[in-house]
């Protein structure tokens, strides 16, 4: 086979070469150049296994005793070294583990001294001085547990310790990037000792370059690697690796928080290491004192700014400075503390105005978390330091109008850093957020941006559609635009209560939201929607409501339509509610829980009724879809239309392609007016479905002329015969299953729809000829993994009665298979498939009871690659599948006769087939070993008392070719997975 495109040859080994280069130099998109450190040494995989002490070792033990004494010369001895390498190679082997090893390498994890008589904090990487570290890269990184065997392509290794691997995939393979997961996957089940060492994994076959922390292993956590000078392949893996961005990236950039009682592990993706650089360099500079960051919503803007207050913190250029962190309520509410617990941040919070005031003229050093409000009147001048730092979350409205200016004007030399969700809205332009935090950062006021269009493309959220609701349900337009939308002190809307302030005096606007026939019509149009379109698919909902009253009045409409425990209401409680709000109350308890009940796939409610809270700081991947039903513009409906956003997958790997809101107001009607922010900045923030009809409508045009004809016309048996042989191609076969792919995700969003009508059939029939293909050429796939929710009912509707139907069924291999081969009427290309699948099935049930079978197994895998890179003939593979069946036939019967235990037969059968004459008695001669040294498929020893047996057996048969021998003994070995 070719080399080129190959996993070894143009994605591994490229890698190692370019990270051994000494260096590196490349011009970033601001025009800088960026000068890259690499030099890793590398270390070939015998001597990386010598080096660790065999199959079980994890760390480089000389290097790692020589490293951890240079760099912690006072007190660290060989033994003390030693007793770490013990510490770190027995870690629990889950994410605890991890965590555990990831404070070793922050440093936080001490060892008793005993002539000091205390624990000293040891030092296992120098992040002030990079060089001072060893960098090593190896391939084929052996580690076995005893039980299982795992090979990470490459691993890169920061003074003797594994801290990163690369799982690499051909370039050419359409589903590389999936199995290359599906191997990190299987590493964590098989190896977990060795994942709980390691930090970071990366995987690529070139084309696309994703990287994660292991314990990580959902797509979704995958982020997207990418050089500031965008770059190639060569690029990207150079920029990746740079050995200050590897120390950063393992002691900066890596947070362990705890969720609701479960630990969870975090890297930072690329625009929040770039912003936290920038926020930091502007903190440097005392020419500047203003910066603002906008992240697009959902983008991980919490974390950036708790990092970046932890380096402003640490950084002794700063002289022991103080961060001050505004936030609103509802980070207060949220994991905000757990998080800055988990990156070891000691925190105060001002818990009221006067307290507040009593840390700032105390000179309060280090974090102080607040909220704007706790400003007000605050005296002028309370503290003039200048190494004070405002993190203003959500700066777009916590720092406009009076509060802004006490908060100023009580510490005038600080440096203030605002934090968006939300681009700067037209009306700011000149003014307000623009002056407070962007007036350093002109034309466009950022100090960095993470756009909503580059969100999507990098997979941090995931796009929006919306429809309207039928006319009859959309409000009066006019009255829209004259209660609303031309409103002067709607424009700019940054507040959802500044929002409802506006629409308290919308009164009709208000009342025919509320008209009991309409919510009646709105209630039954959203059960209809949410039970055919959104359900199925496995996701959940939002329905908005004008206000409080609103979320009542459906809540009680939809109980007559849905179990009542398939909707809650959320909604703040108010002492003087009458009955009707009042019977909605939730207490905190209640709240929480079903926060949390909603964020799961298999648990109740399934629709929440909001009006304002939940709208903002509430993530929840599982919500798809938003019932919108009242008025909202410019940041309130960024803000909440982002609910929608998040990307999600669920346990069997299927991942929303997008967010939906279905906007019964008529708001996106007229979304000039509604989103008053620079067109660039929003470009592609929501689309209209009927853009999807018409993608969707093009690709049926296509299909017509480029994949029906294959299979129009044409009896089931010939339908198939030329689908397969079609698409015997890879190239080919790769092609259609990303057409269909995209094509099966336009379908899940719009179905059901009257749209469809006229092109079920021939979807139909496309599902089909992806099932089979899938089927036959793609045989570890599962299929049902494969289809969206909505695509694999319709394929299993019509599997029985559809037009393109296998004619056989999977056989039993037995002494009938080959007489039903014959009597078949089926084309010979689906009695090769068949053949292949009946074998892949008999060696997946007894492979592991009668290990022979998989010598069979392999001659069989390595047909199956000649005829499917149509190196043999259709008949000569039939032909050649034929004699597999009659030799596993043949080796069934003659076990019986020979009355052998499984193993010794696989090792007669091989040696038969090598050539060896004395076969029986050789076998038999091992069955006393196997007795002797029972647990060798576990224990090393025993596995190697094993092979050296099997080697003296077959030296004893008087046969001197020694490859023969050699390659037989390992054919067994690998057979038997012997242990050694």
């Known amino acids: 086979m070719s080399k080129l495109g190959s996993e070894k040859y143009s994605v591994q080994k490229p890698i190692i070469d370019y990270v051994q280069e000494p260096s590196a130099e490349y011009v970033s998109q601001d025009g800088l150049k960026v000068f890259l450190k690499l030099g890793w040494q ?5 001597d990386a296994l010598r080096m660790k002490g065999g199959e079980s070792g994890m760390v480089f033990r000389e290097i790692f005793i020589q490293q951890l004494q240079r760099l912690n010369p006072d007190f660290l001895d060989h033994l003390m070294a030693e007793e770490l390498i013990k510490k770190i190679e027995t870690l629990p082997a889950n994410i605890e583990g991890n965590f555990l090893a990831w404070e070793y390498l922050k440093g936080l994890k001490t060892i008793f001294v005993p002539t000091e008589k205390r ?71 098989e190896g977990p000792e060795l994942l709980a060492v390691l930090q970071v994994y990366t995987i690529t076959h070139i084309l696309k370059y994703y990287y994660s922390a292991t314990w990580n292993i959902s797509e979704k956590l995958l982020f997207n690697w990418k050089a500031e000078s965008g770059g190639d392949f060569e690029q990207l893996v150079k920029t990746f690796f740079d050995r200050q961005r590897v120390v950063k990236l393992l002691t900066d950039f890596i947070l362990f928080t705890r969720q609701d009682d479960e630990l969870r592990k975090i890297v930072l993706r690329p625009h929040q290491m ?41 950084n002794p250029l700063f002289e022991n400075p103080t961060v001050i962190m505004l936030v609103d309520r509802n980070e207060l509410e949220s994991q905000l503390f757990g998080n800055l617990t988990a990156v070891g941040m000691s925190n105060v919070v001002a818990k009221s105005k006067e307290h507040l005031q009593e840390l700032l003229s105390d000179d309060r050093r280090g974090l102080i978390v607040t909220m704007i409000h706790k400003f007000y009147g605050m005296p002028k ?73 580059e ?152 629709i929440l009724i909001v009006t304002e809270k939940l709208l903002t700081g509430f993530d929840a991947p599982i919500l798809y879809c938003m019932y919108l039903d009242k008025p909202m513009r410019d940041h309130v409906l960024l803000q909440a239309i982002a609910r929608v956003n998040r990307p999600y997958e669920d346990d069997e790997g299927r991942k929303k392609a997008s967010g939906f809101v279905l906007d019964f107001v008529g708001i996106f009607d007229n979304l000039e007016k509604a989103l008053a922010f620079d067109s660039r900045d929003i470009v592609g923030i929501v689309k209209d479905v009927e853009v999807l009809k018409e993608r969707f409508k093009a690709e049926m045009e296509k299909a017509k002329t480029d994949y029906l004809p294959i299979v129009g016309g044409k009896k089931q048996d010939k339908a198939v015969e030329a689908l397969l042989n079609y698409f015997l191609d890879e190239e080919i076969r790769n092609e259609y299953y990303r057409f269909f792919k995209e094509l099966s995700a336009i379908y899940e969003i719009i179905s059901p ?4 009508r006229d092109y079920l059939d021939d979807y139909e029939t496309l599902s089909s000829m992806f099932r089979i293909l899938r089927e036959n050429y793609d045989r570890s796939v599962d299929i049902d993994k494969d289809f969206t929710r909505k695509t694999i009912e319709l394929v299993k509707k019509h599997t029985k009665s559809g037009d393109i139907q296998p004619a056989l069924e999977v056989f039993e291999i037995d002494e009938n298979t080959l007489k039903k081969i014959e009597q078949s009427k089926a084309s010979d290309i689906e009695k090769v498939f068949n053949l292949i699948k009946s074998l892949e099935k008999t060696v997946a049930q007894e492979g592991e009871t ?53 193993e010794i037969f696989s090792i007669y059968w091989i040696l038969e087939r090598a050539g060896f004459e004395n076969a029986t008695s050789m076998a038999n001669e091992m069955e006393k070993v196997f007795e002797e040294y029972p647990h060798w498929q576990k224990s090393n020893k025993h596995g190697i008392k094993i092979r050296q047996k099997l080697y003296e057996v077959m030296v004893q048969s008087g046969t001197t070719d020694t490859k023969k021998i050699s390659e037989t003994a390992q054919q067994i070995m690998k057979i038997l997975k012997v242990k050694s």
């Open 42 to 46: 590398y270390v070939a995989p015998d």
């Open 119 to 189: 624990e000293r904090n040891v030092t296992f990487i120098d992040t002030e001085n990079i060089d001072r570290n060893t960098f090593q890269v190896t391939d084929e990184f052996v580690f076995g547990n005893g039980m299982k065997t795992i090979r990470p392509d490459i691993v890169f290794l920061v003074n003797g310790i594994p801290v990163l691997f690369v799982e690499t995939k051909a370039a050419h393979k359409i589903e590389g990037m999936s199995e290359a997961l599906e191997q990190i996957k299987r590493y964590h089940r």
């Open 753 to 756: 729809d009257a749209f469809l």
């Open 455 to 606: 969100s999507i493309e990098d997979g941090t959220t995931v796009p929006l559609y919306y429809t309207l609701a039928p006319n009859e349900l959309l409000v009066d337009k006019e009255l829209l635009e004259k209660e609303f939308l031309d409103l002067k002190e709607a424009e700019g809307m940054s507040d959802v209560e500044e929002l409802n302030k506006v629409l308290e005096r919308a009164v009709t606007l208000k009342n025919m939201l509320k008209n009991k026939k309409r919510v009646e019509k709105v209630v039954q149009y959203v059960t209809n929607h949410f039970l055919n379109t959104v359900e199925p698919m496995g996701y959940k909902a939002f329905l908005v409501g004008v206000d409080r009253e609103a979320c009542a009045l459906y809540k009680q409409e939809l109980d007559k339509y849905l179990p009542a425990d398939y909707s809650q209401v959320v909604y703040s409680p108010f002492y003087n509610d009458p009955p009707e709000l009042a019977k909605y109350h939730l207490s905190d308890i209640e709240e929480k829980r079903i926060r949390k009940s909603f964020r799961k796939t298999n648990e109740l409610p399934k």
């Open 850 to 902: 009668s290990p022979y079978l998989k010598s069979i197994a392999e001659k069989a895998e390595m047909l199956v690659q000649l005829f499917q890179n149509r190196q043999k003939s259709t008949q000569e593979t039939l032909n050649e599948l034929k004699k597999i069946i009659e030799e596993i036939n043949t080796a069934k019967k003659e076990r019986e006769e020979k009355n052998m235990t499984a």
């Open 274 to 314: 770039k912003a936290i650089d920038k926020i930091t360099k502007r903190a440097e500079d005392p020419e500047k004192q203003r910066g603002l960051v906008w992240h697009t919503q959902g983008s991980g803007k919490t974390f950036t700014m708790i990092i970046a207050a932890q380096k402003i913190i640490e």
């Open 381 to 453: 001048n309370i503290n003039l330091r200048k190494n004070i730092f405002v993190l203003v979350d959500e700066a777009h409205r916590t720092t406009g109008g009076e509060l802004g200016n006490y908060l100023m004007g009580a510490i005038p030399n600080a440096t203030y850093i605002g934090f968006t969700g939300t681009p700067i809205d037209k009306t700011q332009y000149g003014k307000g957020t623009f002056i407070t935090f962007g007036k350093d950062d002109s034309p466009h006021g950022y100090l960095d941006k993470y756009s909503i269009a």
